[in-house]
């Protein structure tokens, strides 16, 4: 196996580790898996939102809304978007937990937990963003991505993220996985 390929968690449809496997022999529309989504709001209250580069395999150009990525073998769900939010923007900062909500599309099944976080340059620092992942960042006001007058293209699984956060469908729960 490639040095750099990912271990990713395997989970059942009811979010219990069931195994693992490398990314590249995934079936990302059957296997059911964990993803970390960190809303990152700026000092105006808008979200910091990733147009992803071209050649991601998962919607290549797209918009994310969040900051986030799949929860590797050994990793909660808080280690992994720590180590996201550090590799895709190049800062760390508290997280709060909003909850956990399903997804699913063309392409995915998802168990994804929701954190948001706060970033200020002044006091983060200026981002560094990941080459390979991360082509350019941009703000938006929650209300503008919902709404999408612009036509934008967001990734589906992040756009939900959002719509579960937005419309208070999530919250954490006791038992919630880390």
């Not at 996201?84 to 937990?97: K, N």
């Not at 929701?114 to 991360?134: N, R, S, W």
């Amino acid at each position: 196996m490639p040095e750099n390929d990912e271990v990713i968690i395997l989970v059942d449809k009811n979010n219990k580790i069931i195994g693992d496997v490398p990314r590249r022999l995934m079936n990302f529309g059957r296997d059911y898996h964990r993803v970390t989504y960190i809303l990152v709001f700026n000092p105006a209250g808008n979200l910091l939102i990733q147009k992803r580069t071209d050649d991601k395999a998962f919607c290549p150009s797209f918009y994310g809304v969040t900051t986030g990525g799949v929860v590797e073998k050994g990793e909660s769900y808080i280690d992994s978007a720590h180590r996201e939010l550090q590799e895709e923007l190049g800062f760390d900062a508290p997280l709060e937990s909003q909850g956990m909500f399903f997804t699913e599309g063309e392409g995915f099944k998802i168990w994804g937990k929701i954190f948001t976080c706060y970033y200020d340059a002044a006091i983060h620092g200026e981002l560094t963003l990941q080459p390979k992942e991360v082509a350019s960042v941009h703000e938006m006001s929650i209300e503008d991505i919902l709404s999408n007058t612009g036509n934008l293209p967001f990734t589906p699984d992040s756009l939900s993220a959002l719509q579960h956060y937005a419309n208070k469908l999530t919250q954490p729960q006791f038992d919630d996985p880390l």
